[in-house]
């Protein structure tokens, strides 16, 4: 792993490269294909809660989304995020409880819950529902000022902040982008610049600035399909640090 400090506004959108030189450390990443985007956000959260959760899991869940939803239907937009950050560390903690169904991991499985849920109260019934594809995902909820070390269970992304760094609670998901870019070089950035085959999206609920830099880290290597793109056949494949980058889309909002 080599590390990139990344701007304070990195979490409005963030697709990074990453390499993919060892075996996962979980069970095989594969992707999902479950319930469609013809579903609303609410009905997508809710299919979600019944494919993924036994029997009381399900119901205790049921009951405190229940609890979040009528608070942001309510008005008190404050007490809806308390409940949904309690509810998300929740299934944070209880993710191996998780069934998942076939061709997706548990982990992948609460990355999408929390993720939807997120959606559904930072942006909006209205909003469109998210699939995480694969199952290299990770999902953190970050108490106001504390800490951060989180990484997909690959090791081939993560995300580290120091104490301070934040002043308001955070729910942080990585999921990895496992779409294909024909071409050379191309990839889901907004850059004329060679970007490399595999990519991850992060993303924090709020959508707002840290206080201080965090850190992205990004698994590189310099042999094979995975080195730099910008190489030529024969040309030395030696320490390539200055010629790689973290980057991300400019934020919608200056916030």
Known sequence: MRF???TVALFAFLAVAACSDGPATTSPIRPY???GSQLTLSDFIQQSIDDFLPKGFEDAVEARWGTVKTKKNA?????AVKHLNTLSLWIDKKTNDITPPAGMTKAQSA???VLNMSRWVYEGADADPTIVPT???SVEVVAAGAPLDMATPSQHAGIEWNAGASNVERIVVITEEPSSFPGHCNGPLVTRRCQ???FYRAESFPKTKLVNPGRFAVCMVTTGDRR????TEGESQGEVDDRLRVAHDRPESSA
Not at 75 to 79: H, I, K, L, Q, V
Not at 228 to 231: G, R, T
């Open 75 to 79: 008005g008190d937009f404050a007490g």
């Open 111 to 113: 990355a999408m819950l």
């Open 196 to 198: 490399y085959p595999l």
């Open 135 to 137: 199952g290299d995902a």
């Open 33 to 35: 294909s479950g319930p």
């Open 4 to 6: 990139r400090s990344f």
């Open 228 to 231: 730099p793109l910008e190489y």
